[in-house]
């Protein structure tokens, strides 16, 4: 039988059966809740396995060996567990940072640990965009960002700091909206004359494979070849550049979802 854990009270807190059931519902792509004192009753789980197993003090008993694999299989377990939630916690946070839909619900059902791990994620993801993707879109803003911190206002109180965070969110928003613009915006004509059939087929084949789409998948996807040649393999919640063809298939079948055109 699994070995259970009772605390003074006399109440079943953690044992075989509802860690294996925890690590089921984690096989999914959806976030589920964990209670506040999971990974505490697991370890107490762990070491009552530890405390039996030294009290029989032989290995080679039938006994040893059920509460010995027990054990492997608890720890294992546990690692996949984390495993699984520290991958869907990282997809959200760079999906949310790429999207204005409230990601409280997700929040919510974060342990203190893990929103230190999302909130991690996201400032990082935030601070990239900042310091590489916002010169290119709009260079002045980078500059004037600079002098609000080397010039604080001499109006203001002396021992206040200007506040840089307000003015990066700012112009994060305005970059935003910039960059929508631009992608919306129609792409310029082809001058170029093809002098014959042929040429028009290799100019058609060329566009196709360097119009790229940027959506959002909604379903989690096997492992496929694209237009491209490139081999793609996608999961619910991911945010990937796929060229045209295969995204507005994609869109189509309700299994995407378009977020912006990015042309290549």
């Known amino acids: 039988m699994p070995l259970c854990i009772y605390y003074a009270g006399g109440q079943q807190n953690m044992d075989r059966t509802e860690l294996k059931s925890t690590l089921r519902d984690e096989s999914s792509s959806s976030l589920k809740s964990l209670h506040p004192d999971f990974y505490g009753e697991v370890d107490q789980y762990i070491r009552e396995l530890e405390g039996e197993i030294k009290k029989i003090n032989n290995p080679r008993s039938a006994e040893s060996k059920m509460l010995e694999d027990e054990l492997q299989s608890a720890i294992t377990d546990i ?77 203001a109180n002396p ?29 310029p004509q082809d001058s170029l004359e093809l002098t014959n059939d042929a040429g028009k087929s290799d100019i058609a084949k060329r566009n196709i494979s360097e119009e790229y789409l940027v959506v959002r998948i909604l379903k989690d996807l096997s492992t496929f070849q694209a237009v491209d040649n490139r081999k793609y393999t996608l999961q619910e919640h991911d945010i990937v550049s796929l060229p045209a063809v295969n995204a507005n298939g994609l869109v189509k079948r309700n299994i995407a979802q378009l977020i912006r055109e990015n042309l290549r």
């Open 159 to 187: 021992d206040t700091k200007p506040d840089v965070e307000n003015v990066a969110k700012s112009r994060k928003h305005e970059v935003e909206v910039k960059t929508k613009k631009r992608l919306d915006s129609p792409a």
């Open 79 to 155: 690692e996949v567990i984390f495993i699984r939630r520290l991958r869907k916690i990282t997809t959200r946070a760079t999906s949310n940072a790429f999207s204005n839909r409230s990601a409280k619900p997700d929040i919510d059902k974060l342990l203190p640990a893990e929103r230190k791990v999302y909130d991690a994620v996201l400032s990082a993801i935030n601070v990239a965009r900042n310091e590489l993707v916002e010169p290119i879109m709009d260079p002045d803003s980078v500059r004037n960002v600079a002098t609000a911190q080397k010039k604080p206002d001499v109006t």
